[in-house]
């Protein structure tokens, strides 16, 4: 402080070192400054932070060198959401003191949370729009802008008593009532405030309280400080636990040993039956798994084996068709053979070989082949087998006989060979002979339908027929009398040999060792290829 | 019984950051020690 006269320092005395003058009014204005100082510093205490500002700023009239007061008409400012009014007083300070000024802290606090500061200002002109929108009548974008802004900035007095007297004058005055209550909170004795809960109590007949919280809050420190209870008894602070613990070393392990038994039944009822069933349940499913892949592997093999059978089959048809083409081939070789044996005129062997081949292995022109080749060599075939049969016929060997008659009434199914009427006949006589009745019959039989003009000449043999039966030739010139003879025919046979050969010196033409059959009818010979001979 | 419209006025407009230096430029910093320096001046002015 210095004197306001010659602006000397002035010291603990009233007057001034430097002039003498008297300074008891300057030392009282500050005097009373600093009153008001104290006034406020406890009124913000005990958050009266309305009566704090007034009490401040009265101080800051006497004296605006008052640098404490300053900073803590700030911090009030600060803690009623006026941040730049809080900032106004801090920077004012700032410059009546430049050094070891709190004022530096709080502003320093500000500027480094920039993201803070933005956010203050921003609920500030949220603020000042919705006083805006009441202005206009648009009280629902008020409402809307003051809950964002009490929601940002919760130390905005201002923002909570717009914001209940909207609520107020919509008549929701539950709604308006807690605001009036967090306003409370922050500013416990801002006239407007409890203005508006008065007015909110009158209207609907019930107090407000706020020693709840407060209560509850006193009892939760009172909880937090390790569980003692503090009193006061005259000058001495007196605490004394809630609880009485008994801290001796056999109680001490006694606990130990609790609590180890305790962890130990835990584990044993808790962990370790989780644990079991955990290993229960990984175990099954492990069998479940190895059970899948089993299955999965057994269908698999299912379908190898299903693949092996079907390549099987395939190959077996592979190699029957293999087999029925070489035997095709076959057939085709000895087609060609057959072929070249005609070609070359041996028609004999052609018409052997081509007997030995089996028409059905043939197809298109090969068929036609056969065909040609069967057509042409059938007739030497049927006399090779007719004279194979009657010579064997002579010979008495009636089996055989039976046997070529046979293939050569086969070889001839159209009856186009002249003498097919003497084979099946005598096909018919040689297994009449055998003792092959039904065959014979059947030859016989053929023979009649086929040549009715000849029907008696075996008519006699059919089983049944009422005729001599027995054996065939032995009845001299009957019909079953077979005769091979130059000229005369003559039925002296014996029951051993049928056919007797007569030998006929008159008139030999030929050769009578070409002779291979006689016809029995005509007399006529015909040599081994039925050629008539003489 | 608390009329709106009143109560409204009582309502105004706070300032923004923007507004920080203009407010403390037109701050009226004058206290009771500069009106009695003012008043001895004053005073003096008449004695001469």
């Not at chain 1, 009124?43 to 309305?50: C, F, I, T």
């Not at chain 1, 086969?410 to 002979?433: C, I, K, T, V």
Request: hydrophobic share 35%; net charge negative.
């Amino acid at each position: 402080m210095r004197c306001v006269y010659c602006n000397t320092p002035l010291a603990v005395i009233d007057y001034c070192p430097g002039c003498g003058a008297d300074v008891s009014i300057q030392k009282r204005i500050v005097r009373i400054s600093n009153l008001l100082y104290n006034r406020g510093l406890e009124k913000a205490s005990v958050r009266d932070l309305s009566g704090a500002i007034t009490c401040l700023k009265q101080s800051l009239k006497f004296n605006k060198e008052n640098i404490d007061a300053r900073n803590l008409l700030g911090l009030c400012y600060f803690e009623t959401g006026e941040v730049v009014s809080a900032l106004c007083e801090w920077v004012i300070s700032k410059n009546l003191l430049p050094e070891n000024n709190l004022a530096d802290y709080y502003i320093d606090q500000l500027q480094n949370n920039k993201n803070r500061l933005d956010t203050i200002n921003q609920t500030i002109r949220k603020y000042n729009q919705s006083i805006g929108y009441c202005r206009q009548g648009n009280e629902d974008m008020a409402v809307i802008q003051l809950k964002k802004v009490v929601a940002q900035n919760p130390k905005l007095v201002k923002a909570y008593q717009l914001l209940a007297l909207l609520y107020m004058k919509h008549e929701d005055y539950e709604k308006a009532r807690r605001l009036l209550k967090k306003a409370a909170n922050v500013d416990n004795t801002n006239t407007t405030t409890l203005r508006y809960l008065t007015e909110i109590e009158e209207l609907t007949g019930r107090s407000t309280s706020f020693g709840g919280r407060k209560r509850r809050q006193e009892t939760e420190e009172e909880e937090g400080q390790g569980g003692t209870l503090r009193y006061v008894s005259g000058n001495e602070t007196i605490i004394q636990p809630t609880t009485f613990r008994d801290s001796s070393t056999v109680a001490t392990f006694i606990n130990i040993a609790l609590g180890i038994l305790l962890g130990g039944a835990i584990v044993w009822f808790l962990v370790v039956p989780s644990t079991r069933q955990s290993m229960n349940d990984s175990t099954n499913q492990q069998v479940t798994d190895a059970n899948m892949k089993l299955a999965s592997e057994s269908a698999r093999l299912q379908d190898l084996q299903d693949q092996i059978d079907t390549y099987q089959e395939k190959a077996d048809q592979a190699d029957y068709e293999r087999n029925q083409a070489l035997e095709k081939a076959d057939s085709y070789e000895e087609l060609m053979a057959v072929a070249d044996l005609y070609v070359t005129g041996q028609q004999s062997g052609a018409a052997d070989a081509v007997g030995a081949l089996n028409g059905e292995d043939f197809s298109g022109n090969a068929k036609k082949l056969y065909d040609d080749l069967m057509g042409a060599v059938s007739s030497a075939l049927f006399t090779q087998y007719y004279t194979a049969g009657t010579t064997a016929y002579v010979a008495g060997d009636y089996a055989t006989a039976a046997q070529q008659l046979q293939l050569a009434v086969d070889s001839d199914p159209q009856r186009n060979n002249s003498q097919y009427a003497d084979a099946l006949m005598y096909l018919g006589f040689a297994y009449y002979n055998v003792g092959d009745t039904a065959k014979a019959d059947q030859a016989f039989q053929k023979f009649m339908d086929d040549y009715p003009s000849r029907a008696s000449e075996v008519q006699y043999y059919i089983s049944g027929s009422g005729g001599q039966g027995g054996d065939a030739g032995s009845t001299g010139t009957t019909q079953g009398d077979v005769s091979m003879q130059g000229g005369d025919t003559q039925g002296a046979g014996d029951s051993g040999q049928d056919i007797t050969i007569y030998e006929d010196n008159n008139s030999p033409s030929y050769d009578p060792s070409q002779v291979a059959w006689t016809d029995p009818n005509t007399g006529l010979n015909y040599d081994m290829y039925g050629n008539l001979l003489g | 019984m608390i009329n709106y419209e009143e109560e409204l006025k009582k309502f105004h407009p706070s300032m923004d950051v923007n507004e920080a230096e203009d407010a403390i430029y037109s701050r009226d910093l004058t206290d009771v020690t500069d009106i009695l320096k003012e008043m001895l001046q004053d005073e003096k002015k008449k004695k001469k």
